[in-house]
T-cell receptor, first 115, second 115 residues
């Protein structure tokens, strides 16, 4: 069936290094992707999104890359800080009931930043 | 703060109890969602409401009963739950419109423990 998944369940980096979190998706019809960050005890927080007509989008210290050929999505965090420690989810946007778009989430990658 | 609030933040209930979870969004959105987040599992969509109408029920057991009196408020009524229903219940909202790709904004969740 269709799925969104993550290559690495955990990632440990040193403070100041760059982090790359990967995500694979299987529905070639998906046209919108979102990265969320979830800190302990909190709900998922929107980080950045990208539409399928783009292959790169940059935010503040974060960059999302989309490779539609291999159905791969990545989140790059520059100069990783301890406050970046969290679980990161990618989500895939598909049409759901009625006019709604339904998000399908991956399992998440736990990013740990070591001081 | 994401503009989506949930109460209570923590709830312990017995299997014979009846309780309700509340979600309120202050973002002017017209779609609201309930998700279940269990350990080591992806976020599971439970219900979707668009303009107070339920547009998605993702095969959720009837012991979970949603209610959406208006576009800003969403409830999840719980009765005769099972221990395996223990999880983090997340509410989200988005601006839904036909053909639009929407970002969902999440509340902090209610941590539910069923004894």
């Amino acid at each position: 069936g269709e799925s969104v998944g993550l290559h690495l369940p955990t990632l440990s980096v040193q403070e100041g290094d760059n982090s790359i979190i990967n995500c694979a998706y299987s529905n070639s019809a998906s046209d919108y992707f979102i990265w969320y960050k979830q800190e302990s005890g909190k709900g998922p927080q929107f980080i950045i999104d990208i539409r399928s007509n783009m292959d790169k989008r940059q935010g503040q210290r974060v960059t999302v890359l989309l490779n539609k050929t291999v159905k791969h999505l990545s989140l790059q965090i520059a100069a990783t800080q301890p406050g970046d420690s969290a679980v990161y989810f990618c989500a895939e946007n598909m049409i759901g009931g009625g006019s709604n778009y339904k998000l399908t989430f991956g399992k998440g990658t736990l990013l740990t930043v070591n001081p | 703060e994401t503009g989506v609030t949930q109460t209570p933040r923590h709830l312990v209930m017995g299997m014979t109890n009846k309780k309700s979870l509340k979600c309120e969004q202050h973002l002017g959105h017209n779609a609201m969602y309930w998700y279940k987040q269990s350990a080591k599992k992806p976020l599971e969509l439970m219900f979707v409401y668009n303009f107070k109408e339920q547009t998605e029920n993702n095969s959720v057991p009837s012991r979970f009963s949603p209610e959406c009196p208006n576009s800003s408020h969403l409830f999840l009524h719980l009765h005769t739950l099972q221990p395996e229903d223990s999880a983090l219940y997340l509410c989200a909202s988005s601006q839904a419109s036909p053909g639009a790709q929407e970002t969902q904004y999440f509340g902090p969740g209610t941590r539910l423990l069923v004894l």
